[in-house]
């Protein structure tokens, strides 16, 4: 499903170059739950980011079923992210003025589905993800657990085919951090969402069935988890 072949990625601060990729090859098939570690700076969110599409390589090539992601225009790369890649986030940017519900339909309403189409499915996330009885809390109202879980019902209202997962746990304390990473195994044994998460921690990497440890911008090491 996803292939990266020999990618860079250099970033520039004034005279300065830093690599954050260094020739990166990789490929993850479709259904896989891929559990991405490295210490700070090795290039693991810079990695989710290309694959998402948020950002370019420096050098090398993406492809996604076969597609090269360059040869797709901003605005393509913008529908292909709305309606195929499910992200979620550290820091779970869910729009404060809205609620619980409205944020999750937002990826629907955005994408142009009717309003009266978009509610029910975000709901039946919302039910998903245990926190319909929330649906019309916003995110200030809501504990650092159920704002997570807002994220995970948001990412899966598209019914992605892909999950982009940077951190998800990083601001959970350990028992709420289990359950994110619980739902986001579910998405992938039940729905059949190829899984990619970024993690630090080893407790959150053994819920992939692959680990890939990048160092320094490159891949170190691939083991089963």
Do not use: W
């Amino acid at each position: 499903m996803i292939a990266l072949s020999d990618v860079h990625k250099i970033f520039r601060q004034g005279e300065t170059e830093v690599r954050a990729l260094a020739g990166v090859s990789l490929e993850v098939a479709a259904g896989e739950f891929v559990a991405v570690r490295g210490p700070s700076g090795s290039g693991k969110s810079t990695l989710l980011h290309l694959i998402g599409g948020l950002d370019v390589p420096s050098a090398g090539e993406i492809r996604i079923d076969g597609a090269p992601l360059s040869r797709l225009s901003d605005d393509e790369l913008t529908v292909f992210r709305r309606r195929r890649i499910g992200f979620v986030f550290q820091f779970f940017n869910l729009l404060p003025t809205l609620s619980a519900e409205e944020n999750v339909a937002l990826p629907l309403l955005l994408d142009g589905v009717r309003a009266r189409d978009a509610r029910p499915r975000a709901l039946a996330a919302l039910e998903q993800v245990g926190l319909a009885h929330r649906g019309r809390h916003r995110p200030d109202e809501l504990s650092g657990g159920e704002m997570q879980r807002a994220a995970v019902a948001r990412a899966l209202v598209i019914d992605p085919r892909l999950i982009l997962a940077d951190e998800p746990t990083g601001n959970l304390d350990t028992a709420t951090g289990a359950q994110i990473l619980g739902l986001i195994r579910r998405a992938n044994t039940d729905g059949g969402c190829t899984v990619i998460l970024v993690t630090h921690d080893p407790r959150a990497a053994a819920y992939g069935t692959r680990v890939i440890t990048l160092k320094d911008g490159v891949v170190a090491e691939e083991s089963a988890a």
